[in-house]
Each structure stands twice: as structure tokens, then as C-alpha cells.
């Protein structure tokens, strides 16, 4: 369904933790993102990478980090430093500018 | 910096009616502008885009509106059915970023009512 997985579905966080978000995909494509999606505000750009090895910011880049290493993996690392992690996390893939293919998704939950 | 604003956040429409969904983009350099429809529990899906170097672009029952003066796009789905309901987003991105960064709407949540 897409080529594009994340996992896991749902992952649930103590305090002071950090979580990783696994999203990969078979689809060659270059590009990469991470979205936070809460009710009402629609997707919100967290880190973005164009090619293996460098990534850029987005809006909401603080608390979270990544890495690209290599082109069909992009993991999401939620720090302890981000105050309100609890939310809807999709993954997406592109190439050269066109349509985005999104991921099922993972829903972290801070106890 | 960069802001897509869309209106309405719900609408509700009857059957066999026709849905507007309108969207304002606040970054001039934006030329493309896709649609991007989530159905409950489901991840976004492309429905329709639009480049800037066209006014107007339509399939099947639904179609697109570009102002690029005004700085205005919206969405149109006639003869609405059921499985039009869904979360519907609008967004925006330019070449001056190789299209990577997109900038989404809040999304507009359409009820169609049998």
C-alpha cells in the first residue's frame, strides 16, 4: 500500500524518555518527511531531507531529531526535550517535487 | 514565514450537492498546490494539484481554482456521495525549495449527508 511503512502503530512513552519512529521506504524516492498531525491543525512540517545525509528543519523541529543514513530509512527521534509529544506522527516520501506518499502512521502517547 | 489558511474547518452538505473548500496562501514564490484527502483513520491521499501556469484543472467531479493575483485556491466537489466524507487539505509549495517543503492547511472536515 504505497511502499511506505512506519512502525510502530502505537508506542506509548514514559516522561523523560526518548522514542524512535521507524519509517521506511521502497519507492526510490529522494525525498522525505515527518509530520505531526493534532485535531484541528492539519500537518505540521517536523524535519525534511532531499538527499541521504542532509536533512533541514521545519517548523516544529525542537524536542524532535532525525537521521538519513541511508535513502529508504528516515527515523524520527522524540526527545524528552519536547514538551507535548503526544500526537499522530505520518511519515511521507516524494519525488522531485510531486505527489507526497504517506505512511499508516504511529500514535505516540506520553503516560 | 510561510502560512496556508482554509476555510471552512467543517462543512456539512446534503447529498447530490456540491462542496467548496477554499484556501489562501501567504508565500508568492508558491506554484504548486495539491489536495490531499484523509478519510477516518486513514493516512492522506493526493486527489488533485494545480501549477501555476493554469487557472483551472478538474477530474471527474472534483476541480481546482487557482488566483494567483489574489493568492486564492480552492477546491469543488459536485454531485457529492458519502464517501466524499473526509478530512480535506489544501498546501502549498514552490520550486525554490525543489517543491520539499509543503506547506499544509488546518484541513476541512466535509460531512456529506445521505
Known amino acids: 500500500d504505497g511502499g511506505i511503512t512506519q512502525s510502530p502503530k502505537y508506542l506509548f512513552r514514559k516522561e523523560g524518555q526518548n522514542v524512535t519512529l521507524s519509517c521506511e521506504q521502497n519507492l526510490n524516492h529522494d525525498a522525505m518527511y515527518w509530520y505531526r498531525q493534532d485535531p484541528g491543525q492539519g500537518l505540521r512540517l517536523i524535519y525534511y531531507?532531499?538527499?541521504?545525509?542532509?536533512?533541514q528543519k521545519g517548523d516544529i523541529a525542537e524536542g524532535y531529531s532525525v537521521s538519513r543514513e541511508k535513502k529508504e530509512s528516515f527515523p524520527l527521534t522524540v526527545t524528552s526535550a519536547q514538551k507535548n509529544p503526544t500526537a499522530f506522527y505520518l511519515c511521507a516520501s516524494s519525488f522531485g517535487g510531486a505527489e507526497q506518499f504517506f505512511g499508516p502512521g504511529t500514535r505516540l502517547t506520553v503516560l | 514565514g510561510e502560512n496556508v489558511e482554509q476555510h471552512p474547518s467543517t462543512l456539512s452538505v446534503q447529498e447530490g450537492d456540491s462542496a467548496v473548500i477554499k484556501c489562501t496562501y501567504s508565500d508568492s514564490a508558491s506554484n504548486y498546490f495539491p489536495w490531499y484527502k484523509q478519510e477516518l483513520g486513514k493516512r492522506p491521499q493526493l486527489i488533485i494539484d494545480?501549477?501555476?501556469?493554469?487557472g483551472e484543472k478538474k477530474d471527474q467531479r472534483i476541480a481546482v481554482t487557482l488566483n494567483k493575483t489574489a493568492k486564492h485556491f480552492s477546491l469543488h466537489i459536485t454531485e457529492t456521495q458519502p464517501e466524499d466524507s473526509a478530512v480535506y487539505f489544501c498546501?502549498?509549495?514552490?520550486?525554490?525549495?525543489?517543491?520539499?517543503?509543503?506547506?499544509f492547511g488546518p484541513g476541512t472536515s466535509l460531512s456529506v449527508i445521505p
Open positions: 498546501a502549498a509549495s514552490s520550486e525554490k525549495t525543489s517543491y520539499d517543503k509543503v506547506i
Open positions: 531531507s532531499q538527499i541521504v545525509n542532509d536533512f
Open positions: 494545480i501549477r501555476s501556469n493554469v
